[in-house]
């Protein structure tokens, strides 16, 4: 009996072994960055701030068992531009070969894949932590998301992905789809291009909404040397807040440690108010691998106080601006 318990053990041993045998360690990475500068902005209220303009902690990291790679990422963001800290990721990624599957709270899948190409500049961008708003309507962080990612496909005519996602990110109405995405990405050497789909339960939206919000955006770009042309679009349907169309073109040029950006956006209303543009020049020099100065300016085509009445007046703090400060990175 002795004998036949000890056989028995060093079975399960090896069992055990040979199970977790593609089982690898788990990572932590830990990451973030520092920005401060100062700012000149216009308006009413014009004048200088010195500001630490955001602060971002996290850390991310990756464990595999088998066929299953899980990809982890917690973070969070303090501004001197919101009163408290804020988390701004919180998710789960599972890899495997058919595909991929995101769960929790963090940067917007449209966002990066769509609209980040032309959000090139360090001051005026589209991250939250900033004064002044970017015209199009897509937010740069998503909460409550279920996504799942394709593989990749390589062809002849070049490499496609599809993803799909379901976002709740309000749980206090009668939708459970607050928002259905759809999205196809393609990519040939150095041109770029995405299409993206989102549609908005009317439950999603305001009190008293009847019909759903469509929108469609496309993003593209490509580069020639050192130089990157990148265009994005934005339509919407039946939008929430009174906004219709928005369109954005950007150039960037980098010589050596020096990058050089334009960007410019357009956005139209459903409304009567007049078409909005913003127009945005940096430069940006890189010191070190971790250390980055810019300057920056920006100016909006129209006076941002005439859009007082358009969605609870997000251009309040937007105005023509200048900045010069700089980001470290670890």
Sequence with gaps: MFKISIIAASLSVVMVSTAFAEESPATWDIYGDIQGQAIWQSGEGSTF????K????GAKGKYAVD?????????????????????RNASLYFATEYGGLYVGKGASGSYADVYARTDIHANNTNDPSGKNKMLYEQGQYTDNVL????????????????????VTYNEANKASDDALMGRLLYSNGNFNAVFNYLRFDEYAGPDGTVDAYD????????????????ATAEVTENSFNGADNTYVGAASYSLDKIDF????????????????????????????????????????TEDTADYAD???????NSDDNFSIGGIFKF
Aim: charged share 20%; glycine share 6%.
């Design 147 to 166: 996504c799942y990612v394709s593989p990749k496909w390589a062809t002849d005519l070049g490499t496609w992905q599809m993803k799909t996602a379901i």
């Design 49 to 52: 701030h010195a500001e630490a």
């Design 261 to 300: 950006g334009v960007s410019y956006q357009h956005k139209t209303f459903e409304s009567d108010f007049e078409d909005l543009g913003l127009i945005i020049a940096s430069v940006k020099y890189h010191y070190g691998k971790q250390l980055t100065f810019y300057v920056e300016a920006a100016k909006y």
């Design 54 to 57: 955001q602060v971002n902690l």
């Design 310 to 316: 358009f969605d609870g007046d997000r251009f309040a």
């Design 215 to 230: 929108r469609f955006s496309f993003g593209t770009d490509y580069t020639v040397g050192n130089l990157k042309l990148a």
């Design 67 to 87: 066929s299953i790679t899980t990809y982890y990422n917690v973070s969070a963001q303090y501004s001197d531009n919101f009163d408290d800290i804020e988390v």
